[in-house]
């Protein structure tokens, strides 16, 4: 007597088809869940640059609204400036300049 192979035959066809169902399955929610952890770590990466293009540009903008003020001058250095300036230039001979020196100097 012969043996017969149809339910055999089917029932490894149908265990086959479960494993290999069963492991796409898992196949597939592994992908799922690395891309879910490579889009999260993107998004802290973008977070992270965006941050610190803010913070770039938030320095950049009060380097420039607040210029170094220049150190205030008194009367008499501003004095004497104008009349090395003016002695330079050829305007006061070398007696006009000393006698404006020395009255700014109060000489």
Same mark, same amino acid.
């Given at each position: 007597?012969?043996?017969?192979?149809? +339910?055999?035959?089917?029932? !490894?066809? !149908?265990?086959?088809?479960?494993?290999?169902?069963? =492991?796409? #399955?898992?196949?597939?929610?592994?992908?799922?869940?690395? !891309?879910?952890?490579?889009?999260? =770590?993107?998004?802290?990466?973008? #977070? &992270?640059?965006?941050?610190?293009?803010?913070?770039?540009?938030?320095?950049?903008?009060?380097?420039? =609204?607040? +210029? &170094?003020?220049? +150190?205030?001058?008194? +009367?008499t250095t501003a004095q004497l400036n104008?009349?090395?300036?003016?002695?330079?230039?050829?305007?006061?001979?070398?007696?006009?300049?000393?006698? =404006?020196?020395?009255?700014?100097?109060?000489?």
């Amino acid at each position: 007597m012969m043996r017969r192979r149809g +339910p055999s035959l089917m029932r !490894a066809a !149908a265990t086959t088809a479960v494993v290999a169902g069963t =492991a796409g #399955a898992v196949h597939h929610r592994q992908e799922q869940r690395y !891309a879910g952890q490579a889009a999260e =770590a993107q998004s802290s990466q973008d #977070a &992270a640059y965006d941050a610190g293009v803010a913070a770039a540009q938030q320095q950049a903008a009060q380097a420039a =609204a607040a +210029p &170094a003020a220049a +150190p205030a001058e008194d +009367p008499t250095t501003a004095q004497l400036n104008k009349l090395a300036q003016l002695h330079n230039s050829g305007v006061l001979t070398d007696e006009e300049f000393a006698a =404006a020196k020395a009255k700014a100097l109060g000489i």
